[in-house]
């Protein structure tokens, strides 16, 4: 858990709140007031100071500053029972990243620990794979990036397949790396130092897909001004891999049938058989068992492409691979001698989103995030809109309000916050305010504030 300093010069706040952390099992050390924080955090550097802001002898903003000066590793929670708009605007504009009003909900305040406590430990995952401490699956010529059991479990698989001179089926979502386990497996076989030829199925019309795999002699179609020979022919005694094959429509499925049942085809235009000898990878994101059911897929040709299979784990079933994935990513990226380097907050964000396009959408965002920090270090606001969840991501947008219009939110918010703290008790907000009755009730009025909206809710912990 967390090593945690709480700095306030009110024991009634101080001391139930160390004891509910401690009970949570985080190692709590309290201080009555700035000057005797500034001296706990000369003696220990700690994860994070939840810190008053108003204080007698040296206010927060001292203790906060102090931190992010000399302990940038340190986290700083602000919190005060005299929070304004002027306070929370002067925090946040001296880089406080948590701003908290007091009386507040213990249960908000310990989730945000629980968030910081990952984000740390994102971080020393990070430093170690910067370090080499944290390996990546070693593959000769190709590196497949992890270590996670679900990869290791891949490779094992692998490593029985390679030497076989059976059809193999790689299975996976979109982006897992389907070619790059294709060509490891043709590095791992007895084939590796032959050729390894890749065809995407979907990347060619149905008039034309037959000529690519099998070859054609001059004038068998309009458009064939000269001989060539096909894939297949090119990948004799290597590895012909076939991306996406459920591509293929019926008439081309046949003749791919007859070169795995026979190795032996007939070029376009002739009818001289040619001899081949290929192991043939197929790969697709698709449910061929499925399409087998429709009619969209000879049943015959599936069990000849399937006769081993490798499926790719999604990346969000990849556990610390992340880490690694990114480390990879932030080095093939650097711009000059400087590797980019990325906030705790940053790998939070990553390791929360589901990366429904894998492993090639990751290297997407960090590339797009390396951009955007410009040489710094690579924050939240760096990355995609859809990954940190904005509002808007689909279309691309970012709306930066005015700060007139930031600040009235952020009113009328705090104001909800405290009445509701308070029990519907004017006076008693007023007060923990710092303004008069009169003045809370022109600003409640102002903003049309119905008294369902402040009432607390039933459930509020309050320290």
Avoid at 49 to 59: A, L
Wanted: hydrophobic share 40%; net charge neutral; aromatic share 6%.
């Amino acid at each position: 858990m967390l090593d945690i300093l709480v700095v306030d010069d009110e024991p009634s706040i101080l001391l139930p709140l160390a004891g509910v952390l401690r009970s949570e099992g985080h190692q709590v050390a309290t201080a009555s007031d700035g000057v005797s924080a500034m001296s706990a955090l000369t003696a220990h550097a700690f994860d994070v100071v939840i810190c008053d802001v108003r204080m007698q002898k040296m206010d927060g903003f001292a203790v906060f500053r102090r931190a992010r000066t000399e302990l940038p590793s340190t986290h700083v929670i602000l919190m005060t029972a005299y929070a304004t708009v002027p306070d929370a605007v002067t925090a946040m504009k001296e880089g406080a990243l948590d701003y908290l009003p007091k009386p507040f909900d213990i249960n908000k305040l310990l989730e945000r620990l629980q968030q910081i406590a990952k984000e740390r430990e994102l971080a020393k995952q990070m430093q170690a794979a910067n370090s080499g401490t944290a390996g990546a699956t070693d593959t000769h010529l190709t590196k497949f990036i992890g270590k996670s059991p679900a990869v290791v479990r891949l490779f094992e698989r692998i490593e029985k397949f390679a030497d076989s001179n059976a059809s193999v089926l790689i299975t996976g979502e979109s982006g897992t790396g389907k070619e790059l386990v294709a060509r490891i497996l043709h590095e791992r076989s007895r084939r590796s130092k032959n050729a390894f030829v890749a065809v995407n199925c979907g990347a060619f019309p149905e008039t034309l897909i037959e000529a690519e795999l099998f070859g054609h002699e001059r004038g068998a179609f309009t458009g064939a001004v000269k001989r060539r020979e096909g894939r297949f022919k090119a990948a004799d005694t290597g590895t012909l891999f076939l991306d996406e094959v459920p591509e293929l429509q019926l008439p081309s499925q046949s003749k791919l049938l007859r070169v795995l049942q026979e190795g032996a085809f007939e070029p376009l235009g002739t009818n001289t058989t040619v001899s081949t000898d290929v192991r043939v990878i197929s790969a697709t994101h698709r449910n061929l068992k499925a399409l087998v059911a429709e009619g969209k897929f000879r049943e015959d040709l599936f069990y000849r492409l399937n006769a081993l299979e490798l499926t790719i784990p999604p990346l969000r079933e990849r556990g610390e691979d992340l880490i690694l994935l990114v480390d990879h990513f932030l080095k093939r990226f650097q711009v000059g001698d400087k590797i980019p380097t990325i906030s705790g907050r940053a790998l939070a964000a990553l390791a929360e989103y589901p990366f429904p396009g894998n492993v090639r959408e990751l290297q997407h965002a960090i590339e797009h995030a390396v951009v955007l920090a410009e040489g710094g270090e690579v924050d939240v606001q760096h990355l995609p809109p859809e990954i940190v969840g904005e509002p808007n991501a689909a279309a691309g947008e970012k709306r930066i309000r005015p700060l007139p219009e930031a600040m009235r939110e952020f009113e009328r918010a705090y104001l909800k916050r405290v009445v509701q703290q308070a029990r519907g008790k004017r006076g008693e907000a007023a007060n923990m305010l710092g303004i008069s009755r009169k003045n809370l009730w022109e600003k409640l009025r102002g903003y049309g504030f119905t008294e369902a909206e402040l009432t607390p809710p039933q459930d509020a912990r309050k320290v």
